[in-house]
């Protein structure tokens, strides 16, 4: 498993480097900069501020440790019925409840699975990472294996290809291939270049059909392990990781 390099360059933006650490999202942590919980070099920090190597950073008055942390990508197969969140309300269960412990910061997902969607969900202890590899200008593809009931015919395909307006803007899938299946266990592939809430599901339910089963088989360039079993989970190899890096350069 490689290591991160965490020596900072002249300066960084302070919530990119906190978040580089594992200790939150990006989004998470700039919250606490303007609720006055960071301080660089004994100055409550602003958002907007830049650090270097040599400025020391307390988080609720403790000194954080940035460099020379690991880095870690773990590759989890979601099972439907278990929410993205670290904690709910109405009590269901959440996939943070069974990982292991990374060895430094939390486990930050790289975006979500809705509750009745399964399949690959990529986390790392890299806040930035996560917050790059999610940012909508990489475009980084995401394929859905999705089980259809209705009929679905070639002048459907084709709308769902060029294009279907939907209550917040217009959506189309980029690729859709046909993978067998008879009556009620008819299978597609899809594939999508954004992450829109429910958008796999609703671009079919535009065409009057349903979507049965929804599972992510791939994000970007790494692909939901064969005989990986729900709920279970693996961490990224050195080929894989260094797949999801060079996205993360370009």
């Not at 009931?149 to 899938?173: H, T």
Request: with cysteine.
């Amino acid at each position: 498993m490689s290591s991160q390099k965490n020596t900072l360059n002249s300066t960084e933006k302070l919530q990119k480097v906190l978040a580089r650490a594992g200790l939150a999202s990006r989004r998470e942590i700039e919250k606490w900069i303007q609720n006055g919980r960071v301080q660089v070099n004994q100055h409550t920090a602003k958002i907007g501020d830049r650090v270097s190597a040599t400025d020391q950073i307390r988080l609720d008055g403790r000194r954080l440790r940035l460099q020379g942390i690991p880095q870690q990508v773990l590759c989890y197969h979601k099972p439907a019925g278990k929410i993205c969140t670290r904690h709910d309300p109405d009590g269901r269960s959440t996939i943070f409840e069974h990982l292991p412990p990374p060895k430094h910061g939390r486990w930050i997902s790289v975006g979500r699975l809705d509750f009745n969607t399964a399949g690959l969900l990529l986390l790392t202890n890299n806040g930035e990472l996560a917050h790059r590899l999610m940012h909508p200008s990489h475009n980084l593809e995401r394929e859905y294996a999705v089980r259809i009931l209705g009929e679905v015919n070639n002048a459907m395909l084709k709308r769902l290809r060029d294009g279907v307006l939907l209550s917040d803007g217009m959506a189309s899938f980029k690729q859709i291939v046909d993978a067998g299946g008879n009556g009620a266990n008819h299978w597609y592939h899809v594939i999508l270049t954004e992450g829109r809430k429910h958008e796999v599901r609703r671009l079919w339910q535009s065409q009057g059909v349903t979507v049965s089963r929804l599972i992510r088989i791939r994000f970007g360039p790494i692909w939901l392990p064969k005989g990986l079993r729900s709920d279970h989970y693996v961490e990224l190899d050195v080929q894989s990781q260094k797949a999801l890096l060079q996205v993360d350069k370009k």
